[in-house]
Nanobody, 122 residues
Framework: QVQLVESGGGLVQAGGSLSLSCVAS????????MSWYRQTPRNQRELVAT???????DYADFVKGRFTISRDNAKNTVYLQMSSLKPEDTAVYYC????????????????WGQGTQVTVSS
């Protein structure tokens, strides 16, 4: 079995900072890309940032210069450091990983975490 578990969400004031973590665990052969998405009741789930297994990163325009994605391959963990937070950043943040399970067909499969709530007050 494979699971992704996010942590670090909470309440923060506008202009503040918050760090999210996502740990992949279970019978994993390898992990390719890891990403952070976010979703509000009004919006569709949107991509925030992506990092490849080699450390190549990509960001949505609305977080460039404010958020940083990183990963620790030895810990199967991806991080999202969020700074200069705005009320519009309020959302449920989801971790996504494209990975190869040990007991599957050895082809990549997308897995999702359960989400963690980030609330930015004004």
């Amino acid at each position: 079995q494979v699971q992704l578990v996010e942590s670090g969400g909470g309440l923060v004031q506008a202009g503040g900072s918050l760090s999210l973590s996502c740990v992949a665990s279970g019978h994993i052969f390898s992990i390719n890309d890891m990403s952070w998405y976010r979703q509000t009741p009004r919006n569709q789930r949107e991509l925030v940032a992506t990092i490849t297994n080699n450390g190549n990163t990509d960001y949505a325009d609305f977080v460039k210069g404010r958020f940083t994605i990183s990963r620790d391959n030895a810990k199967n963990t991806v991080y999202l450091q969020m700074s200069s937070l705005k009320p519009e950043d309020t959302a449920v943040y989801y971790c996504n990983a494209e990975l190869v399970p040990l007991y599957g067909r050895r082809t990549p499969v997308d897995f999702w975490g359960q989400g963690t709530q980030v609330t930015v007050s004004s």
